[in-house]
């Protein structure tokens, strides 16, 4: 008789262990699903945005043809990894322009006028952030002005605002560099501030 005792209480230890990892299974597939989806979703290669307005959207990438293809999404997920400055050519003239790398489902580049109330939202928000806070996924959102040339920034981290105010005599190069330093900080990569 004992050593029936013994298998049963054995097995209800087998059960109650396998219920055990069955339910920690279970709830790493629920936080997986709960997870934030990253990035804009159609494809694998690097994509550019340009956060302007003037093709009908309130950003847009480039086709294959080389031609304007404005973004439904009304935001991108992803990790903040690197803010730079560079100069490129556009429309045979060399400007500056703020560049925003995102690691989404796939690398983003997010492009603006180094000057544009875009750029100045972004930097302004990313600028309050630690680098703990930049090791998480932001949400970037283009959010029209009433001018249909003005296109602001909007940031998100788990679905709260990032505010930060800014005016005339905001110092942007000091702005520039602490959004830079943090995601340095958060990343181990480095920005340019020309």
């Keep these: 008789m004992q050593t ?3 298998t049963a209480d054995d097995l209800a230890t087998i059960l109650a262990t ?9 709830q790493r597939i629920a936080l997986k699903l709960e997870q934030t989806q990253l990035g804009l979703h159609d494809g694998g290669a690097m994509t550019i ?10 950003w847009y990438r480039l086709g294959s043809d080389r031609n304007p293809v404005g973004i439904e999404e009304t935001a991108l997920t992803g ?12 429309r045979g003239k060399e400007v500056p322009k703020l560049q925003i790398t995102m690691q ?9 006028g180094y000057n544009r109330n875009f750029a100045k939202g972004f930097l302004s928000a990313i600028a309050l952030m630690s680098p703990f806070q930049l090791r998480q996924p932001i949400t970037i959102c283009p959010s029209p002005g009433d001018d249909d040339k003005v296109l602001f920034c909007r940031v998100y981290q788990n679905g709260q605002a990032v505010y930060a105010s800014y005016g005339e005599d905001t110092d942007w190069r000091l702005t520039a560099k602490a959004a830079i330093d943090a995601v340095t900080q958060a990343w181990g990569t480095s920005g340019s501030t020309e």
């Excluded at 945005?49 to 309130?58: D, K, P």
């Excluded at 990790?79 to 556009?90: D, L, M, N």
């Excluded at 989404?104 to 603006?112: M, N």
């Design 18 to 26: 396998a219920l055990a990892e069955q339910t920690a299974l279970l």
């Design 79 to 90: 990790y903040c990894t690197k803010i730079e400055f560079p100069r490129v050519e556009r």
């Design 49 to 58: 945005i340009y956060a302007n307005r003037q093709h009908g959207s309130l």
């Design 104 to 112: 989404g489902d796939r690398p983003y580049v997010v492009e603006c």
């Design 4 to 6: 029936q005792t013994a």
